[in-house]
């Protein structure tokens, strides 16, 4: 019981991190391009006060993993503040920054990979791990006394979580990043710009809820490409 309580607990600090890696890449984009705004608010910062949000970082993320039985939530920090007016590159210079989130989970979820595979343990060890990475009492069965297993096993959750992160974030509709991806690529009127994201929140979660399968799958896929890489 003990193992599954610190194997949950690494679960979600390797989320919050995840996310909070998200979002202070955007500050770093943002500065790279010409707008201090994140800098002076103090967003640079691996501090994880300094990106709570009461909601998106705590309270969904714990209803989500007592819905699940403590095998699945999803959490957000609070967006890192930055002008696009101050930005060098008035036309790619957003889409640069909302790419940056996205950029650093994938470049993560690569070198966790990369060091996985790296880990000299059984084939059949790092698939069973794969396979039970968030089933909290079979993977504790799996991992015992072994260092390299339960190194690989956080490598595991930090794929995961990246790839989440990354890829779910690109759908190109408001407030995600991918929405920046698509206002950058075509010519969009201002007034469509704000309609969609006035109500983008809206219908990202229908879009989530009549398309749950295909974006499950999605998703899914691109995990499989990077936990390809990790065996």
Known sequence: MANEIVLVVFYIAILLYSVIIHEVFHGVAALWLGDTTAKYAGRLSANPLKHIDPWLTIGMPLLMLVMTNFK???GGAKPVPYNPYNLRNQKWGPALVALAGPGINIAVA???AIFGRMLDIPLSVKRDIIMNFNDWSQ???V??????SITFELLVI????NVFLAFFNLIPIPPLDGSKLLFAFFPIKIETMAMLEQ???II???FII???GPLGAFLIHMLNIFLRIAI
């Open 72 to 74: 699945f939530a999803f």
């Open 110 to 112: 690569l070198v966790a």
């Open 139 to 141: 993977v504790s069965q």
């Open 143 to 148: 991992i015992p006394g072994s260092i390299a």
């Open 158 to 161: 930090i794929i995961f979580w």
């Open 199 to 201: 109500f983008g929140f």
């Open 204 to 206: 990202l979660i229908l």
């Open 210 to 212: 009549f398309f749950s």
